[in-house]
């Protein structure tokens, strides 16, 4: 009959259907593994090719970059009298046309930095000229 015909293919279907979802529930749980496999070899064996095609760029045309200057030895002051032996400097005027603001950070090397720019600014000969264009704060 017509209705045995119809059950028997809902149970096919259904049965099919619990067969595939199980063995693609199995599927990826074996491939998962073998996916995070291939693609960290693939990504480790790219790193690896970089890493050696810049060996033999740096064997074949040696280092691009040129080695640092050597720094100057900073000179050695004793007192306050040797800082007065220093060259005092003139500083432009046309440098602060509109004024200009120093102001001290909360950071404490930022502010001894800012201190030093102060008393540079006030060792120059012209300071009493520039001295209404700053305001250190």
Known sequence: SLRDSEVIFAFLNISLRVALHTMGAMLVSTMRPVVHYVVWTSFHALSTMFCACRRLAVLVYGETQP??????AAPAFRDERDLRKLPRMELPISRFP????????????????????AACLQRVTNYEEIRTRLSIA
């Open 67 to 72: 080695t640092p200057p050597k720094r100057l």
């Open 98 to 117: 509109h004024g200009c603001v120093l102001a001290f950070a909360p950071c404490s090397n930022l502010c001894v930095y800012n201190m030093g720019v």
